[in-house]
């Protein structure tokens, strides 16, 4: 089977953002049991609570906050900020730092119970009317047996970048137009996964949701419709900001050709560097739909994968790595996680033959990629015509004739 991909190799060359970051006042955290007050609870109640500060009121949650935790989840932040904060991130869209006990200030993380019909491990509660934004766990479900897993020091991160995004022009739009998901939760979710395992080298064990499995015969910008077509596609589509976060790693170490460019199989010295995304933050989605998100994308993309350098080193003959060439490549490396990266008990073909079919669905179930003989006697042309949507892509397996030799 052959995905319908091309490749196109590139010298790719340094790129400098421009320097957006203000100074994060701290990287502390500071761990709090009980729940921040909400304005919502009564108006007259919030004004009279805020002349005295923010305040929270102290819970006893039904997962004990044992001072191992409180380090375990403090330490994971911590190091997650000063990693954002190295790549030129601004500081978070939060509620102002406090003084700890230690006199350091930090920002406050709030641990309680959510209500029962929420299954979050933790999430950024983002206020675009008060002003109250923080970060909450979920203390019933964020640990296992009081044990942190690899999916909490995870989503801490991912907790964390959605309070980064929110800071940033492009996250601020979202109080007036939803973006969609497939950008905000696609990232965060992919910083989440990568932070999990350059921060604390764990990796959650299910390799679908790790590596970002999710039908791309559906656009990139699909949203998530609540069937088994769409479910999770938006947060799985991390695949692709996964990609983009370990190319823009590669291009830094000015590495040029294939080697700038990152394989199906997972390298030893496997890194990212999100700090692509600062380029993309700065502009606004001109149209919050999923063409104008595309576009959005596409625009960025043309600056962050090509340097003014590299096309006056061309004499004007590179042009700017657009949208439809990066998600070509992306997807001739993704359509091979399945015998590598994503590889599991099953035998090297029939994993990856599962991967790419369940990449390729259309409906809850996988696909089955349409077949396409080639007569090796006769030589002749073979055509074929799919239908794809905008941003999407299609699979086809190809049997040759005994002439010809083994698959192509």
Same mark, same amino acid.
């Given at each position: 089977? %052959?995905?319908?991909? $091309? ?33 919502? =609870? ?11 500060g923010w305040a ?31 790549? $030129? ?11 700890r006990d230690d006199?350091? #200030?930090?920002? /406050? ?7 029962? =019909? ?6 950024? *509660? ?16 964020? @640990?296992r047996n009081g ?11 991912? =907790? ?24 905000? &939760? ?10 999990? %395992?350059?921060?604390? $080298?764990? &990796? ?5 949701? #790790?590596?970002?499995? %999710? ?26 900001? #996964? ?43 001109? #149209? ?13 993309? /043309? ?22 060439? *990066?998600? @070509? =490549? ?42 396409? &003989? ?7 042309? *073979? ?26």
């Amino acid at each position: 089977m %052959r995905l319908l991909t $091309g490749l196109v190799a590139a010298l790719l060359f340094q790129l400098t953002l421009p320097a957006l970051a203000a100074p994060w006042p701290t990287t502390e955290f500071e761990v709090f049991e009980g729940t921040p007050f909400r304005s919502s =609870e009564s108006y007259l109640e919030y004004l009279a609570k805020e002349s005295a500060g923010w305040a929270e009121y102290e819970t006893e949650a039904s997962v004990p906050l044992t001072p191992t935790l409180r380090a375990l989840i403090e330490g994971m932040l911590r190091d997650t900020a000063l990693l954002l904060d190295r790549q $030129g991130f601004p500081p978070p869209k939060y509620d102002p730092p406090v003084e700890r006990d230690d006199g350091k #200030r930090a920002w /406050r993380i709030y641990y309680y119970d959510f209500p029962k =019909e929420q299954d979050d491990l933790a999430r950024y *509660v983002h206020d675009c009317f008060d002003g109250r934004d923080h970060i909450a766990i979920n203390a019933g479900r964020f @640990t296992r047996n009081g044990q942190m897993t690899p999916k909490s020091y995870g989503d801490l991160a991912h =907790e964390l970048f959605h309070a980064v995004q929110a800071s940033m022009p492009m996250g601020r739009m979202n109080c007036e137009d939803a973006v969609g998901d497939w950008i905000t &939760e696609g990232q965060a979710e992919a910083f989440g996964h990568d932070m999990a %395992r350059q921060l604390r $080298g764990l &990796e959650i064990n299910n390799r679908k949701v #790790r590596w970002g499995r %999710r039908s791309y015969a559906k656009p990139l910008s699909a949203a998530d419709q609540g069937d088994d077509a769409t479910d999770g596609i938006d947060y799985q589509s991390s695949s692709f900001w #996964r990609y983009l976060a370990e190319r823009y790693h590669l291009r830094q170490s000015n590495l040029s050709g294939p080697q700038a460019l990152p394989g199906p199989d997972l390298p030893s010295n496997y890194g990212t560097d999100y700090s692509y995304l600062l380029e993309l933050y700065q502009r606004h989605i001109t #149209r919050v739909n999923p063409l104008g998100e595309l576009n959005w994308l596409d625009a960025g993309l /043309r600056k962050v994968f090509t340097s003014k350098l590299a096309i006056a080193a061309s004499g004007g003959k590179a042009k700017a790595k657009n949208l439809r060439q *990066v998600y @070509t =490549e992306f997807l001739a490396v993704y359509a091979d996680y399945g015998q590598y990266r994503a590889r599991g008990k099953q035998s090297t073909a029939a994993g990856a033959r599962t991967w790419l079919e369940e990449s390729m669905a259309t409906t809850g179930s996988a696909a089955s990629c349409p077949k396409v &003989e080639i007569d090796g006697a006769l030589r002749s042309d *073979v055509r074929t015509t799919l239908a794809l949507g905008a941003a999407a892509t299609a699979c086809l397996e190809i049997q040759t004739g005994a002439m010809l030799g083994p698959q192509a």
